[in-house]
């Protein structure tokens, strides 16, 4: 956030500048117009960004009306584990069995993460990911 003060001459609009502007009733003549009445203006800025993420799913009309055909993810997530912000690219092509997932740092541009398979192989991670539970057990969810 920045801030700005101007003083203006209010008889000719020129700036003024030099000590005892600022006291109600001690100003000096302006050097322009001779008048001492003068203009506050006050100016803050503050910047604003904004993140967006889309997500996008598509079914098959007829067959298997349950099921995704595609989906994925585009735009920024945050990651806990780090603190940063991360442009995220994610596709499930369940037709043509692939995965794609591209995961960039916003700040730096390095890649953090890139991943091009078949969706048949990707296994492991995210929601499929075997928790320790389930490992200390033999595979098996404790129920």
Not at 7 to 33: D, F, K, N, W, Y
Not at 93 to 117: A, K, L
Request: hydrophobic fraction near 25%; include cysteine; charge should be negative.
């Amino acid at each position: 956030m920045s801030e700005q003060t101007t003083v203006l001459c209010a008889g000719c609009g020129a700036e003024r500048l030099g000590p005892g502007l600022t006291e109600p009733g001690q100003q000096s003549p302006c050097p322009e117009c001779g008048t001492s009445d003068v203009s506050y203006t006050a100016e803050i800025t503050d910047a604003v960004k904004l993140r967006d993420c889309l997500a996008h799913a598509s079914r098959g009309l007829r067959d298997d009306r349950r099921k995704d055909k595609y989906k994925g993810k585009v735009g920024h997530e945050f990651y806990k584990k780090d603190g940063r912000w991360r442009h995220v690219f994610r596709n499930f092509d369940h037709v043509n069995d692939w995965y794609d997932e591209v995961i960039t740092d916003e700040e730096t541009g390095d890649v953090v993460r890139e991943c091009h398979e078949p969706l048949s192989v990707h296994q492991g991670r995210g929601s499929a990911k075997r928790s320790n539970l389930e490992v200390n057990n033999g595979g098996s969810r404790a129920t």
